[in-house]
């Protein structure tokens, strides 16, 4: 935790530091670049809107894994973008990055399975054991929204670039959505009667994952490990991910 403050003040004391010395945060457009000398061989630049991408999380079990069988890979889905990155550019070609983005996570049931809530929290549950009169389920899924701090270092040879890093996460509460068909029938879903929904479960707030990319021009694909469950103990299955997707660059 006291790392994660560190990191975090330490970004707002470089921000300081570039708009005192009058750099434009964003230029004429957000794919354009501003850039200031300090010194004879340092440079930084802060751009906006770097980039956006979507991948697949797989999930992975450090503790249970009663997710694991009522789930599969291209069902849970991550899409995150770029609102802002500092970077530092200590030589021709390499770059150490700091940045600030989105990211929404959604982790969808097989058939007849659903997240359902409990206090504060969710737990999986076939629909059989149900008493709200749910015959059948159309979708069942619990979504995440993260900021996240990524800390990288890039090297470009040409077109082709490598990225790796840590990236700091902070989680707010996930929400839980269901739809599905009634004994009669009839559609149900969040605002229904028999629905299940929960809007407060509870992550673990700070989370971290591993990052590596390689990109070609503006167009890349990208892995990462997130170590940590992102519900909080009691609370919800504990289950981590590994995720792989793609990645687009804009002025990259």
């Known amino acids: 935790m006291k790392r994660f403050v560190s990191v975090i003040a ?3 004391a470089v921000s300081a530091l570039v708009f005192a010395q009058g750099i434009e945060p964003f230029g004429e457009s957000i794919s354009e670049k501003t850039h200031r000398d300090f010194g004879s061989r340092e440079q930084v630049s802060f751009n906006g809107l770097s980039y956006i991408g979507v991948g697949f999380h797989a999930p992975f079990y450090p503790v249970s894994n009663d997710y694991l069988d009522h789930t599969s890979f291209f069902k849970n889905v991550e899409f995150f973008f770029n609102l802002a990155e500092l970077q530092f550019h200590p030589y021709s070609g390499g770059s150490i990055s700091i940045g600030v983005d989105m990211d929404w996570d959604y982790y969808k049931m097989n058939k007849d399975y659903m997240w359902h809530p409990i206090t504060n929290g969710t737990i999986i549950e076939p629909v059989a054991i149900e008493t709200q009169d749910i015959k059948r389920v159309k979708k069942s899924q619990l ?3 993260s900021f996240e701090f990524p800390i990288t270092f890039e090297h470009k040879a040409g077109a082709w670039s490598f990225r790796a890093g ?3 996460e902070i989680n707010l509460n996930g929400i839980a959505r269901f739809k599905g068909i009634d004994a009669r029938d009839s559609n149900i879903n969040d605002n229904s009667s028999g629905a299940q929904f929960s809007n407060g479960i509870i ?3 700070f989370t ?3 990052l590596a990319a390689v990109n070609y021009g503006g167009l890349g694909i990208y892995a990462r490990y997130n170590p940590k469950p992102q519900l909080r103990l009691g609370y919800g299955p504990q289950f981590s991910s590994v995720t792989v997707g ?3 660059g ?3």
């Open 10 to 12: 330490g970004l707002l």
């Open 246 to 248: 793609l990645v687009i």
């Open 203 to 205: 992550t673990n707030r």
């Open 166 to 168: 840590v990236v700091p």
């Open 143 to 145: 979504s995440v929204m």
């Open 208 to 210: 971290y994952s591993f």
């Open 250 to 252: 804009f002025g990259m």
